[in-house]
């Protein structure tokens, strides 16, 4: 049985080291193969053997170290988690503001300076102790309960700093209140530090709360995505017109689609005309007519006609629910950026335990009076300052921020690591049919050999009854213009498709060839009487195919493949960017070269057939290239896996997209400027997130030691610890909420 590869919410993640600890937890169970968790989606997305592994397994593997997981199913649970964060978002909000209500409250009644306009009652330990209590441990409940599996598993996570801290200045300050001449008897005064301990848990769950609705924001392009979404289809049966939930459609439904209505489901147009927004899943504005055999999208907009269509596709498998998925998928995946951040965050929670033993035992030894009460508050400090909240979060929201972007605009980024990789290209490589042409060529010319006795029609007759069966771009534009001219296409016996030559078969008791130059070499038919009018074709750009009748050459047609109107506008864009822009074709050399011109590409891989395509990528890679592929057809699909990052036209087949990287849903090819723009911008951001996040605690960790004490004085106080730590959180989620601003 093969793998099958799961989704589940996590709940009680708070930094970079809950990844790591709930990876190892799944990791380690017989039959999981890969277990990548995300801090931002807070989701794991679990591939495992069914037969080895259930379900419960790894719900229990998650929960032994601390954490909750339950499976996903489906849409019907969206709405059900949206309540359940709203829920988890009103709780830790209401934590949030009695914690710093009752901590300002023992402020008023502790703090220098205020306690001398704070009422008699609040002075009272006693009372500073009842009103700490709830904070540490109401409030502060979730910090224990992610503790003390963490270290049953030996490991240490934000919520274990948090714990160690607070429940130490809380401790502190017990024993000072109950117990105060154990304090006085080590010359110390009984002061309590209710305070430190309160405004610190208030402080960061404060912090969590606005990171929360931040990091909310990150997924708007899949909430939007769901929004587009129909909810009913008008169906048709027995003649009547019925209203059914969309849940309800099945494949060959016919769905009447009125205008201003949005199209339920994918399908094909069986009657009537129409203009369609499809702007929502390609990012083109321009409305798109629409007429028999024409396909529609689920979730686009109708515009101005009434039609009748035939469901092709429900449910998980219509174009928007593929094109959620994806998304889904992309913004849970790990760059590999993330994997090193999620190393260091794993050995740099014990790091910074060991630095605050370290610091409370240097202050207790040299510190001066009081040395124990020094030590323990700097050690504090040394816990709050450092926990890796704003690592963990500093790569996954700058990828998912852009994933939605990109998607937003038509452009579905696959995972994190493409929208890394895509930023370094140097090399695109084009396909021309389909990719910078429109890929609907149509028939130019008709000519006939002068030593040949068939006219033209004759030619195009059997070119296109050749042709009938194939699903070649060339060969329906040779079908489209016979049945344009009406002419009755014969019968085809021994049909044969010769892959990057052409086709063979007999029709009418003759043998017939039809395809270009070196199928002709292959069967020794000489192209003399014509090579002066094939050559002068082919300089046209035209793609010129040869009839050859019982050995004989018997004319020639010739198609044109047009320019899409953004290619050569894309392809200046990539030049100024400094990326190097190359066409690959299985056309001849002049034909070729024609398009290329065209469109302003200077180098050209002509006569490649679809097994060479791999091989020529490769051959560019060895040159030191970093390259990209932009195809949209089945023989693209090994090319397109080979490249650093392949890149689809969403006009193309499945196959294509399935081995790209990245899948544009428009035609427009500027949008692969706009792809390496994307992910140069979100690694810029990703680099200045990390970078702040790291420099943070480079710089406060050592402040917080107390290494600025002998020279300037200056001890931070575990107050601003905690207030600078969830400003760093803050700072980190909102940097990357930016790319939402950037133009592609």
């Known amino acids: 049985m093969p793998e099958v590869k799961k989704t589940f919410q996590i709940k009680g993640m708070h930094c970079a080291s809950c990844i790591r600890v709930i990876e190892n937890a799944i990791k380690k169970i017989p039959g999981v193969s890969e277990a990548l968790v995300s801090l931002v989606t807070e989701k794991a997305t679990v591939a495992f053997d069914p037969v080895k592994v259930e379900e419960e397994q790894i719900i229990s593997a998650v929960s032994s170290a601390g954490y909750k997981a339950f499976l996903e199913e489906g849409s019907k649970s969206e709405d059900l988690q949206k309540l359940e964060k709203q829920k988890e978002l009103s709780g830790i909000k209401r934590k949030a503001f009695v914690s710093l209500f009752l901590a300002f409250l023992i402020v008023w009644g502790s703090f220098p300076f205020l306690e001398q306009f704070a009422p008699p009652f609040l002075k009272n330990f006693y009372i500073q102790l009842i009103l700490a209590l709830p904070v540490q441990f109401w409030a502060g409940l979730g910090f224990y309960k992610a503790t003390l599996p963490a270290l049953r598993h030996r490991s240490a996570n934000m919520d274990t700093l948090i714990a160690i801290g607070t429940s130490a200045a809380f401790g502190y300050s017990l024993i000072a209140t109950i117990f105060p001449q154990i304090i006085t008897s080590a010359g110390i005064e009984p002061m309590p530090y209710y305070d430190v301990s309160a405004v610190i848990i208030g402080l960061i769950l404060l912090g969590r709360y606005f990171e929360a609705k931040a990091k909310a924001g990150t997924s708007e392009a899949i909430k939007k995505l769901i929004g587009l979404q129909a909810k009913t289809a008008r169906i048709i049966q027995d003649g009547k017109e019925v209203d059914l939930p969309i849940e309800q459609v099945v494949i060959g439904n016919i769905i009447r689609v009125r205008p201003g209505e949005k199209i339920p489901v994918d399908g094909k147009v069986a009657e009537g005309q129409s203009s369609v927004d499809e702007s929502m899943i390609s990012g083109e504005s321009i409305p798109v007519e629409k007429n028999k055999g024409d396909v529609v999208i ?32 992309a913004q849970a995946s790990k760059a590999p950026i993330q994997r090193l951040v999620d190393l260091i965050s794993s050995y ?21 009076v009081p040395a124990f009460l020094m030590a323990l508050l700097n050690s504090v400090a040394v816990l709050i300052i450092a926990c890796p909240c704003a690592m963990g979060l500093a790569t996954p929201t700058a990828i998912m921020v852009g994933v939605g972007k990109g998607a937003e605009h038509g452009i579905l980024i696959k995972n994190a690591e493409s929208l890394e990789i895509v930023h370094k290209v140097n090399t695109i490589i084009f396909d021309k049919t389909g990719t910078l042409t429109n890929g609907k060529p149509i028939v130019t010319d008709v000519i006939e050999s002068q030593k040949s006795k068939v006219k033209s029609q004759k030619l195009l007759e059997l070119a296109a009854s050749l042709e009938k069966g194939s699903e070649h771009p060339l060969a329906e534009a040779i079908v489209q213009k016979a049945e344009l001219d009406k002419l009755i296409l014969v019968k085809v016996t021994g049909f044969k498709a010769i892959p990057g030559h052409g086709v063979e078969g007999n029709a009418e008791g003759k043998w017939i060839l039809f395809g270009n130059r070196r199928l002709m070499e292959k069967e020794r038919i000489k192209i003399d009487d014509l090579k002066s009018k094939i050559e002068e074709l082919e300089q046209q750009g035209k793609t010129v195919m040869m009839i050859g009748i019982d050995g004989k050459l018997a004319g020639l047609v010739a198609v044109a493949d ?20 190359v066409m690959i074709t299985g056309d001849n050399e002049r034909t070729a070269q024609a398009i290329a011109k065209q469109a302003g590409i200077k180098r050209v891989l002509a006569e490649v057939l679809p097994d060479q395509k791999e091989a020529e990528v490769k051959k560019i890679q060895s040159e030191g290239k970093i390259v990209a592929m932009v195809g949209d057809g089945i023989n693209d699909a090994p090319a397109l896996a080979a490249a650093n990052i ?8 499945d196959v294509a997209m399935e081995a790209a990287g990245i899948t544009l849903v428009s035609k427009d090819l500027n949008s692969v400027a ?29 402040v917080a030691m107390g290494v600025l004490y002998p020279f300037f004085g200056i001890l931070l106080n575990p107050i601003l610890a905690s207030a600078a730590m969830a400003l760093s959180s803050i700072s980190v989620v909102s940097n990357s909420l930016l790319l939402k601003k950037v133009k592609i």
């Open 348 to 368: 740099f929670v014990p790091i910074v335990i060991m630095l605050a033993i370290f610091t409370f035992t240097v202050w207790y030894i040299f510190g001066p």
């Open 674 to 702: 706009g792809s390496i723009e994307l992910s140069r911008k979100t690694m810029k951001t990703i680099k200045m997130n990390l970078f702040w996040a790291f420099g943070y605690n480079v710089i406060l960790i050592p």
């Open 298 to 329: 689920g979730g686009t907009m109708n515009k101005t006609g009434t039609f009748i269509y035939r469901a092709a596709k429900v449910g998980s498998d219509t174009m928007l629910a593929q094109i959620i998925k994806l998304v889904q998928e």
């Open 562 to 581: 047009t320019l899409k109107e953004t290619s050569k506008k894309a392809v200046e864009v990539l030049s100024k960017m400094g990326i190097e822009t």
């Open 646 to 653: 392949g890149i689809a036209m969403g006009t193309g087949t």
